[in-house]
């Protein structure tokens, strides 16, 4: 497994952005819009969840609405994500913050789909469990955040 | 004083030498700068969108505007305390920085965009305020932002 990720760090396309700073402040940006789309989605969804905002308009219609955002945002973030990675990667693997967000990522991912599938399909759950739910989505996600500030700002 | 002599002042102060010293101070700031961003912007895209006409026709603009909007503000006012404080620790790198000068103009710009916004277009939102496609300036607001 080391083999390949070292591999992928030599690449051209890799050496590439790791000793362009203009490309790694691009795609940094890049990253950042994506993750705006993606968590200010989730953010909306997970507030109605918890009963905060607009709670005269039904939970499906409101967790639907950012579909197409949290969609683009999560490719988008992906995508310039594993660009952002490939100069890094060997290092990125053995580093905690950056183990922990990538857990994160994927219980996030997992659960928001798995929540926001239910209720999409009408089965939402009793106001409790709606409102655990919103809280937890929450949190993950901007663990999410978190973690990754942490990954590179503490490297 | 020039705006230069200023920044190189802002730089010496305790708080300054502290955001540029601190082992915690800088990535902290990033860190909750960052997740103000998600919380400010990623509401205003939201109201965007209704504004544009292109989600959540079913609720009168103005209803989603009182309800997602104080997150917005308070994700605005988070990011402008950190960047802030972040700017005291780098406030004459930031003077020359021509990436930072073009950011700190789209700032002003989007201020004025919505302050013209609020100011000029939404006057007239009784009219428009149920439909599910808002008028074209309120659709031009949106765009611009």
Not at chain 1, 30 to 37: C, F
Not at chain 1, 69 to 83: E, K
Not at chain 2, 74 to 81: D, N, R, S
Request: with cysteine; glycine share 10%.
């Amino acid at each position: 497994m080391l083999t390949f990720l070292a591999r992928v760090q030599a690449s051209g396309l890799a050496t590439t952005i790791g000793q362009s700073q203009m490309l790694t402040s691009v795609l940094s940006s890049v990253h950042l819009i994506g993750l705006t789309l993606l968590v200010g989605g989730m953010l909306v969804s997970s507030l109605r969840l918890m009963g905060v905002v607009l709670k005269s308009r039904p939970a499906s219609e409101v967790t639907s609405a950012p579909r197409r955002a949290v969609v683009v945002g999560l490719c988008v973030s992906v995508a310039s994500g594993l660009l952002l990675l490939a100069p890094r990667v060997t290092n990125a693997v053995q580093n905690g913050f950056f183990q922990l967000k990538m857990i994160l990522l994927v219980v996030a991912g997992l659960f928001s789909f798995t929540v926001l599938r239910q209720i999409a399909q009408g089965r939402e759950g009793s106001p409790f469990q709606m409102r655990v739910e919103g809280v937890l989505g929450l949190l993950l996600w901007f663990g999410v955040v978190l973690s990754g500030a942490a990954f590179i700002l503490l490297e | 004083m020039s705006l230069l002599n200023f920044c190189t002042w802002v730089e010496g102060t305790p708080i300054g030498l502290f955001v540029r010293e601190s082992l915690w101070g800088f990535p902290t700031l990033v860190a909750i700068h960052i997740m103000g961003l998600a919380v400010s912007a990623g509401m205003v895209v939201w109201f965007d969108l209704r504004l544009l006409g292109w989600s959540m026709r079913g609720s009168p603009v103005s209803v989603v505007y009182r309800q997602l909007m104080p997150w917005a503000f308070g994700g605005f006012f988070v990011m402008f305390v950190t960047g802030s404080l972040l700017l005291t620790g780098a406030a004459v790198a930031a003077y020359g920085n021509l990436y930072f000068r073009v950011k700190a103009s789209a700032l002003v710009l989007a201020g004025v965009n919505a302050l013209v916004y609020h100011t000029v277009t939404e006057r007239g939102i009784r009219d428009w305020n149920e439909a599910a496609r808002p008028p074209l300036p309120a659709r031009l607001a949106a765009g611009r932002y």
